[in-house]
């Protein structure tokens, strides 16, 4: 039998999405965003993928026990009961069960100039930037052949400056602050969160006492730590928790019974010098990782 043809739709050229390259765009998956990368009068259309991913992990559906068919969450009214989906509106809680109703038409109209651009704003070292602020990672890339050129002059302008991009972009309806640094032979842009977003350190630390520890305590817990000491190895750290959950899915898959995990040791320290003399002696330095063979 003979398969249908498809006809590709077509649209105006002003309507088209400019490509960046197409083994990039299927390996890294659909763009978080697409737009322009300002420096200045210098600018260049641009991607932006996600650079982290949470394909391979373990998510459960919620099933009816005496059927196993999954269940739906249909959008309820209290009042009327199911409702369509695509009908609803967006609503602002201003007072208890008081809303302001929000059109998309109105949404549409506060829309900002980094809704379609990253504008570079400063130039900052990347030491003062607090870690509290640093949020999700990005790759962002050329969107089109035409703008490769700029997109390189900004890159490399960036690593000879050994300076970090700031710029903002609208995101998911919010302007999120980015982060941009040059990686490799592109570029790299982190979400950075607003200063409402992030808990003062004194808030959280504020009533701890400030005392130093005793200095023949802290002499030995340096030594723990001397001994502990070792390069960050992606490869040596895994998600033990869902190797755990895979096996028990592959056990129960296969008919077997579940194996529990053993249970951790209760630790009732009484003496804290004891406890660091034994854990000096006790401690060895991390094994380095071992490479892959390559066959």
């Not at 989906?85 to 980094?114: A, D, M, P, Q």
Request: aromatic residues 6%; hydrophobic residues 40%.
């Amino acid at each position: 039998m003979a398969k249908a043809k498809h006809k590709t739709a077509e649209y105006p050229a002003s309507q088209r999405r400019p490509h960046a390259s197409p083994k990039a765009e299927s390996h890294l998956g659909r763009p978080a965003w697409q737009g322009h990368l300002r420096l200045s009068l210098v600018s260049c259309p641009v991607f932006l993928y996600s650079a982290t991913t949470h394909s391979q992990d373990v998510s459960f559906h919620l099933l009816n026990p005496a059927t196993h068919n999954r269940i739906r969450l249909v959008p309820t009214d209290p009042d009327e009961g199911p409702v369509d989906r695509s009908k609803l509106v967006k609503g602002y809680e201003i007072e208890k069960n008081e809303y302001v109703v929000v059109t998309n038409e109105e949404l549409e109209s506060v829309r900002l100039e980094t809704t379609r651009l990253i504008d570079i704003e400063r130039f900052v070292d990347a030491s003062t930037i607090d870690r509290l602020f640093w949020d999700q990672p990005y790759f962002l890339l050329p969107g089109a052949a035409a703008g490769v050129e700029a997109y390189d002059v900004i890159r490399d302008a960036m690593r000879d400056a050994g300076r970090i991009a700031l710029g903002r972009v609208v995101m998911h309806t919010r302007e999120r602050l980015l982060a941009i640094e040059a990686r490799d032979n592109g570029l790299l842009a982190t979400t950075l969160r607003m200063r409402d977003e992030v808990v003062g350190t004194a808030a959280a630390f504020g009533k701890l006492p400030k005392k130093r520890s005793d200095p023949g305590m802290l002499d030995i817990a340096k030594q723990i730590i001397a001994q502990l000491e070792g390069a960050f190895e992606p490869d040596d750290f895994t998600d033990r928790y869902e190797e755990a959950l895979r096996e028990l899915i592959r056990r129960k898959a296969r008919g077997e019974p579940p194996v529990s995990a053993a249970a951790p040791e209760k630790s009732n320290v009484i003496d804290l010098m004891d406890a660091l003399r034994r854990s000096l002696h006790a401690k060895q330095k991390p094994a380095r990782s071992k490479k892959k063979r390559t066959r």
